[in-house]
């Protein structure tokens, strides 16, 4: 499995209009918006980096909106929570 994150720059007034395509697109788990240089932050999940190679370039870039993107390929993964439960909190049924 390969992680990514992409930090995506998009057009004034298209963040939530660019957030809604990126994140239609296949092996783009989570996008968040949020402050600083960039608008948007995508986290990626694909098998192998011949998929990320065309999701990125090829998907993402290609979004209308985007202005650029800038990818961080993750090596390893540290946690000292379960992020689905942390997440889910206060949804509980």
Request: glycine fraction near 8%; hydrophobic fraction near 45%; charge should be negative.
């Amino acid at each position: 499995m390969v992680t990514a994150i992409v930090l995506i720059t998009a057009e004034s007034g298209r963040v939530q209009e660019v957030a809604q395509n990126v994140i239609e697109i296949e092996g783009v788990t989570e996008a968040y918006s949020v402050t600083g240089d960039h608008d948007l932050v995508a986290l990626v999940r694909l098998s192998d980096f011949e998929a990320l190679g065309e999701v990125v370039p090829g998907r993402i870039a290609q979004v209308k909106g985007i202005e650029r993107t800038e990818t961080m390929v993750a090596f390893r993964a540290y946690s000292n929570y379960d992020l689905d439960r942390a997440w889910s909190m206060g949804f509980e049924e």
